[in-house]
Each structure stands twice: as C-alpha cells, then as structure tokens.
C-alpha cells in the first residue's frame, strides 16, 4: 500500500501532505465556523478579505522563511534575522529620507548591505565553524545595537508614495508583498533546482564530511545560505518599514526568527538538515498567520495568541517527530 | 574474593544463553543461539559482519532486549532493560569507541554515577585515590587528575577497563577493544585480561584479529547470519578451519584463495601518473615516496594505525602534507583540498562509509552524480535526463540492488551502498581512484564483485591505490604493494614478490631503532 | 602537558581579565566608580540577570539551550503580583510562582528528552507559551503594595540588598551543585558525551528534566527579584533576557557545545554585563544601544577564543603516543 503511495506520489509532495493537511482543516474550521472569513471582495480591481489579508501580513515571514529553509537545510539557524529586519528598515528609511538619493538606489543599497551581513554570518559559520546559533547570536545582539545607532535612537518617519507603494500598493489585485514573495520563490527555486546548489545544500546538510570529500565546497555553500538569508531579511524589513512609513529599530523584525524558523519546521524541513521544502515553508508561514488572524477573528482575547501557537507548533512538531512515531508504535506493540 | 566458589566447574557455567532470538525488521539477527561463558576463561565471539556477534552483546547487556529464549546468569534467569542494570548485575562492557566523556578527569571517569560521599558533598580526594589504585591494579600508572582526553586511545581504553572492574562486574564484553591499540599496547591488555582471567573473571572477547584472538582465548563460539555454528577449543581448531567456518566455506575453497600470487606487474613503459616524494605530516605519516603509474594497482598493506588511512587523506588533499611534493604527469602540483585532487581526476572511496561517504537521505541518484556535479561546479547542472541515464547505466554495470535510483540511498544494505559510492567516482572519470577498504563489512557476493570491478578498471588504464586489512585481497589484486608500519612505509613489494608470508614479515618485523 | 591541563582555564582567565580591566579603567576614569555602593549596586541590579544566567549555565553545559527563561521571569513577575493583589501573602505567592517554574521546566525537559524535539524548538514553544500566560494573566503593569515588600526595601537600604546577598548565595549553592553532587557531575558528563553518559549507566533522564526545571526555578527566581526592583510585575518583563544570560554564559567561558565551563564563570560574565551598562550610565552621553554593540562584540571575541582553543586541542589530541604509556608498557625487543 505504502508502496504504491509512493510510487504515485513524488517523495518532495508526500513531505508536503502534512503541512498542507493542517492549512487545508485550519481554513475549512473557518470558512464553516467563522463569519466572512472566506469573504472576498474586489473594489477598484483590489481584493480584500481576511483570506487576502493573512497573504500580506504572512509575507514577511514568507520572504524570510525561503532563505532560512536553505540554512536550516545546511544544518544551521539563523538568529539574526529579525536585528537585520531592522537595520534594513533603518538604512533604508535614513537612505530615503537624508541622503536623497533616488528610492531604487536605497533600495539596492539596503539589499546589498544586508547581503554583507548574511554573509557575515557565514563566514562566521563556514570559515571559522562556529556553532549557527552561536554565530548568529552576534548578530541578533549587536545587530539591534546597529539599528538604533543608525537610526540615531529615534523612529524616522518616511514620507514617500514609492516607498509605501511596496507594503500598502496592488499588483495583479493583490497586495504587492505577495508579488515580492512570488519573485522571490521564483528566484530561490531556479537557484537552488534550476542549478545543482539544491544538491549541493542538502548533501551538506546531511553528511557534510561525505559531502566535503566528494568536492562539495561546504564553506561557500554555507555562505551562500546565510547571505541569501540576509537578502530575504533585508526585503523582509524594507516591507516593514514601508508598512508603518517609518522605521522603528526597537520592534521591527521583534521575535520574527521565531516564526520564521516555526515556519520552516512546520513546512517539513528538519532542523538537523538535509532535505528542505521551500514550498513546505511558505505553508508553513500561511499556517501560522491563519492561526493567528483566526484567533482575532473568533473573538478569542489577543493574549491567548502566544499559548495557542505554542501549542500548535509544538502538536505539529509532534506529529512530525519520528521519536515519538516510534514510542507509540513500541506501545501499541507491547499493549 | 572467595576462591571456593570462583574455581570453574563445567556443570554450573556462569552464563548460559539458550536459544536467544532477536528479530528486527525484516531480519532475524538472532535465530535461537546458545552460548556459555565459564567463571575464568576468555571466549572469543567470532563471525563475519552480519553474523549477530555484535546483536548478541547488545542483547546481553541490556542495549537490546531479546524477542525470545532465555538467558541465566549465575543460575537466575535475567532480563537486563538498559546497560545500567546489566552492569548492576555484574556484566560490564568496554565499546570499541572509547565510551567515556572526554572532558573529565580519568579518576571522574571511572567513579562518574557512583562518587563516593561524604558529608553530603562528593569525595573528590576518595576518587583520586581509589581510581589511581584501580589503574595501578591493571598497570597503568597516570596522574588521574587530568582530562581523559589528554591521554592516547590506549589509556582510556584502560580507564574504561578499569570502571568496568570497579563495578565488581563477573563479566567483561570486550568488544573490538584493540582495534586502536599498537603492538606493545595490545600486549599489555593481554598481559592484564589473563590476570584478571586467573582471578576468575569471566570475558567475552570479540575482534578482528585472528592472531589476537587465537592468543588470548581459551574458546570459540562461531556464529552465521544469526545462527549459531558452534563451540570450540582454540587449541583445537586450525586458523583455516575456523576462517571456513566463519565464512562458511568449505577447507579447500579457502586454501586455494590463501594460495594465490599477486597481479603480473605492469609494463613500466607508462610514464608515472603520479609521484610523490619525501610527502610526511607529523603525527600522521612519516615522509614517503609513491610511485603510480597509469592501469597500475598499488596495494597498501599494514595494520589498523599504520597510516594507510593517514596515506590516502593525505594524497587526497583532505590533511595538507607538511613537507614533501607531489607530481602529476611530471608537474609539480600542490593540493590542498578534496576539491582540488578532483580537479586533478583524483577519487577516494573512505574507509568510514557512513560518515564520510554516504549521504543517507539523498537517493541513490543524488548520491552518484555528486561527485560528477561537483566538479561542473554549481552552475552547470547535469540534465535530469542525462542524470537518470548516467545513474541507469551505473546501477546495471555495478549491479547496485535497488528498486528505483530515486530511493534514499540509506535503505540499500552495505555493499550496495559501497556500490554506489563506487559508481560515484567512476562516473566522475578518475584517473586515479583511492579505495580505502572498499570491501569492509559488505557480504562475500559483493566483494567478489569489487575485486572484480578493480581488475576491469585498471586494464582500462585507471591508477588504483587499494587499502586493505584482508592481506589475500591486497595480494590477489595488486601489481605492487606498499607495506606501512608505524606511520612508515617500510617496503614496496613487486610482481612475483608478493605473498602473504612477505607481506606479513614486512608488517610483524620490529623497528630497529 | 601542563598547558592542556588549564585548557579549560583560559576563557575563565580571560574572563576574569577583561571584568578587571573593565572594572579598573572605569575606576581611573570615573569618579566614585571605584565605591562599594557601585559595587553593591552591581551584585543588586544583575542578580536578576544572575539567577537566569545560572539556571542557563547548567542547561547549556549539558549541551541544551532554553530559550523560555525571559518568558518565565515576565510570566512569574505578573502571576506574583496578581495573586499579593488578590490578598495572598507575597511569601506563599512566591513560593507558588517557584513551584510553577520548576514545575514548567521539567515539563519542557521531559519534553526534550522523551521526543527527541531539539532544545532550542521545544523551549522557543515554551517561551510563546509562557509569554501568552503572562498576557493572560495581565496585559498592565500590576503594582505590588505589601507591607512585606516595603519591609524588604527598608532593609536593603539600610543593612545590604537582600538581593545581592541571595545572589551571592545561589551562585555558592550552584557551584556546590555543579562540582560536590552526582547531579551536577551527571550534566558535565551529559553534555561530553550524552550516548557515554547513558552507556555508563547515569540517570540521563532525570538528569536532563531535572536541570530544565533548575533553569525554570531560576527563571522564577529571576522573575521574583524583578517585582523586588520595581514593586511591581508586568508580562513584558524579561524580553530578551534569554540573550543576556546566553551571552553571560559564553563570555563566562562556558563552550556552548557543552561539557566544558564553571558556575563562577557566569558570574563573572554576568558582572561583566553589568559593568559595561554602569559604564555606559557613568558616561552619560553614550547612548544604551552601545551596550548591545559592545556585548556582540565582547561575543565575538569569546567564541572565536573558544574556537582557537577548540582547533588547537583537536590538534595536540591526535597521534602521538604518549610518554605515560610508553613507560608502562612492558616493550619486547627482537
């Protein structure tokens, strides 16, 4: 039976079923249970709704879940994405509103810089193997420093239409995060299947000596990993900062590892790497934020927000874990 | 001790193991197996890989449990749940790998669990002393004080010895325990095991060394594919017969295997494909010279510990040799990574597969091209067309048992995955491949194949450095053979030269400094 | 030989030498830097960060991490002041909040160890977990009005603060935990080599719930000392504390993959911390985010320490024989 299962089904979508099983029963609790929430309405060609509002306000952790898939596929974290949140949000808003120079200029510019700092990252980790979450604690201590530094301590606020356009404008209908996220998956998907650094990721992830001694070069594709996940940090808090037109270094990006990394967990790709699901990650963002806007919208006080996505991430993480599997099996045998 | 009850009497064994089963999925580990242990005697478990040897010491110390039969120790039926309980009940094991913590003291090591106490606080001045003792007891005398892990394998193999015997374990299990250890080292474990055997221990030996085993144990159980072959007096089983019951082969297949002569040399016509002159790096080879010549099979013969793991790191780029150089087709090159002897159509098959070579979750596909790929670099990606046919091809010519190229490599057994490593580098293109034990711990089907494999390759002009402990293997398949001892090479044997009786002489006699 | 053997030794020399350099720089430079109130003042304000900083100490020389350790201090802060604000004595609501953190500690470890979940996940649930809790239980600031407190305060004032002086007794009771009892020797071993650990037969279970439910008894204790400073809890308290004390704990010396470090380290670290911020208030003009540049930094420098030591070791370890075994091993010559 499991044969055939497997036969039908390529092993990448199989990953994919449980994840998407979850999203699928959180929507359908929803659309049956709670009022409007399947509600979409389109005014001047833009779509509204909570089912549109959960893509935009997933994005971020979408964008960054994409580069930390990678990481966690090479057997690392990354802490530290949420303090290069905010030295974007800050680098690009000073850019912007001090140094006048042109919105695409700031934009590259932050990208770059944040790219540096991804890779900053990996050199800590590939060059001079240090532990992951060692290395990128630096960064997710300093890096808050850094932003309040270049910020001058003060949220700055920016008044600039272009700027906004890339939070609160639509493409396509749709808010136009959701156009950056597909860019991007786009973009990590022909980088990492279109060329062999998929490969090259998970054989690193998951036997990195084998890997090393078959020529893979660990070093640079830990590089690699880390400083794409800058770039998706950096996009991450340029949207941020768009979104509230200032930027705020004391909270922009607070807490988003987290989510991100849960994301990344729950989509299916394990924690000691290897195999990794960019598609599983996305899922993985989109079921966190159902959680969360569902649980504003049933009318369930904001406090318990935390304690319910504790205890759904930990349920799934269960679910996933082949440990327990195998203790309940033992059980049932034994019984 | 009470010498009485301690004098061994052939009707009340210590422990008797009867008709012990172990079922894992899909295999049969154990499949009602006897075995006895008398108080004061050392007995060998002997068998090849798969035979159940190491499933049957799990299951006696608690790491497995058993699925049936039963096992009595000192006449009471036990059922040992975890190492902990089997080492309360009097039956400690001493790992291959060095199961102590590092970092630790030795004296901690040997008290870890069981400090002595007093006033509430741990007696740290007690565990000092009464761990000195417990090593001078087995002769070995160090400052206890400092960390396991600034002393050699060799001592800790003791401290680990020596937290067995504190526990008053009756029995010891030593499993592969020399497998680190130099000559003289294995000497003085021996020289302390008759010791404590004369004291009326009883210890279950198990070990590759055949010379090992015949000189230090009074009996052999023999075990097959989970079956028991029987139980032997080794003054009165021949090393050949024992070798064919372990294989299980009949006498004369095995003679005539022992008998055969090495490869005709090959024509020195061939420019050298590689030199390597004056190459050393401290601590791991003492500087050497190696020739290799295109369709040329070098062998590499020499005990575990000689270097010949250290050779092949080494020629690899994967440690940086410290002096010497190294010439390819007459150039002289410098490597310095595993990366850059690719570039130079190097291969190395390591002797670790599961650490070094196989990537478990990837598929069988996966795991083939990688070597190719990354040679192409990350950008020029192999077709997924071309990939399958490469893939297809290699799984037919090597034989590789797996029922599609798409299954994660870690659910193929040992040899096939020792396949597919292989077709890994052959689809690199090597002009030069390092197999280091390729026939170690896959089933004699396969090695046959391998040995085979190595033939074809070299006649099609592939350099070839072959490591291995089986010395018949190296003698049947070389044209040269390269003998180590000590992280030294010491000989080079050619052509008609080569036999197990010169191989072995090479490798026994002592230095003379 | 003899520099191996104080291997372990450099980073709490290290330590130790930057918190003196610190301590005496600030001390030529500032007036009244070198007092005993500054002192005192040190010990009082970071005992907070102290007991969370130790309770991490154990978790990561086991080669765990709790990331819950800030949740829990904001969560008992809040939880205590509730229970003294519907009329309960501050002593048994205290004693309830320890109960719960110790209680919610062994949760997480059992967690840990029975699922085979990684530390870092498990405990990063935990955190969203108790940081929700303590949202449930106040969104605002409840103050604590209590004869009890204010009898502590006056005492502080007048004699020594009763934080510094339990501060200082913890770090004791932890050192005499880590290195006098089977437990803390059991951890050391547990982060050397869990599979040895459990091979040689020590209590690996227990062990590893047991020093979970230490850092969340120390997180409470944590959590308690902040309604001592403010008179007050809050839910928000503690956020990102889990930071502090991971960065006390490796500037204290303590290798973050385990099996390597001292109790005294952190408390080192941990002053270290302290004076950088007292520094950074005595300047005035410096502003507080130079605190988190200078703690990366200070990270930085440690860990790549940590990993040159680390290399060096794997290098001297391998290979050559060593002169003990040679003398003790009877050598047969042809």
Redesign the interface.
Known sequence: MSERLSRLMP?RLRQLIWPLMALAALLLFNGLFTDGFARVTIRDGHAYGSLVDILKLSSRVMLVSLGMTLVIATAG?DLSVGAVVAIAGSVAARLIVQQQIGLPMALAATSGLCLVLGAWNGT?VGW????P???T??????????A??LAG?QIITVESSGFSFIAGGYFLGLPFPVTMVALMLLLTVALTR????G??I??VG??E?????????PCAVKMFAYAFTGLCSGMAGIIEASDIKAADANNAGLYLE?DV??AV?IGGTP??G??FDLAGSLVGALIIQTLTTTIKMRGV???????????V??VI??AQ?P??RK?LLQRRASA | MNSASVISTDEAPLLAVRGVTKIFPGVRALDGVDFTLRRGEIHALMGENGAGKSTLIKVLTGADRRDGGEILFDGCSIDPRSPAEAQRLGISTVYQEVNLIPFLSVAENIYLGRQPMKFGRIDWKQINLRAAAALKHIDVEVDVARPLNSYSPAIQQMVSIARALDIRAKVLVLDEPTSSLDANEVRHLFAVLRRLKAEGLAIIFVSHFLDQVYAISDRFTVLRNGKLIGEYDAAKLPRLELIAKMIGKDLKAVEEMSARRGAEPVRTAHQPFLRVIGLGRRGSMTRFDLTIRAGEVVGLAGLLGSGRTETARLLFGIDRAEEGRMEIDGKLVTLTSPRGAIGRRFGFCPEDRKTQAVIPDLSVRENIVLALQASKGWLRKISTQQQQELVENYIKALGIATPDAERPVKFLSGGNQQKAILARWLASRPRFLILDEPTRGIDVGAKVEIEKLIARLCSEGMAILFISSELEEVVRDSHRVVVLRDRKKVCELTGGQIDLPSIMQAIAARADE | MKFRLSRTHIPLLATSAVFALFYTGASFRYDGFFSWTVFVNLLHDNAFLGFVAIGMTFVILAGGIDLSVGAVVGFTSTFVARLIAHQLHPLPAILIALVIGTGFGAGMGALIRFTALPPFLVTLAGMFFMRGLGFAVSLETIPIKHPFYEAISEFSLRVFPVTAILFLSVVGAAIYLAHYTRFGRAIYAIGGSEPSAALMGLPVSRTKIGLYALSGLCAALGGVTYTFYTSSGNALAGTMLELDAIAAVVIGGTLLSGGVGYVFGTLIGVLILGVIQTIITFQGTWNSWWTKIAIGVLLLAFILLQRFLQSSAGRGGSGVANPAMARNMPVIRP
Request: proline share 1%; aromatic share 4%.
């Open positions: 092993a974290v800590l001079l193997g240090v532990q979450i060692v290395a604690l630096i960064l997710m201590v300093a890096g808050r420093g850094i309040q530094l301590g279109g060329t062999a650094l490969l090259f998970e054989a998951n036997n000596t084998a890997a090393l001694f078959a020529g893979v070069n987290l990394i849960l967990v924690l000691n290897g195999r006080p904001v406090e318990y927000t935390l304690v319910v996505k504790a205890v991430v930990l993480c269960l874990s440990e327990l203790l």
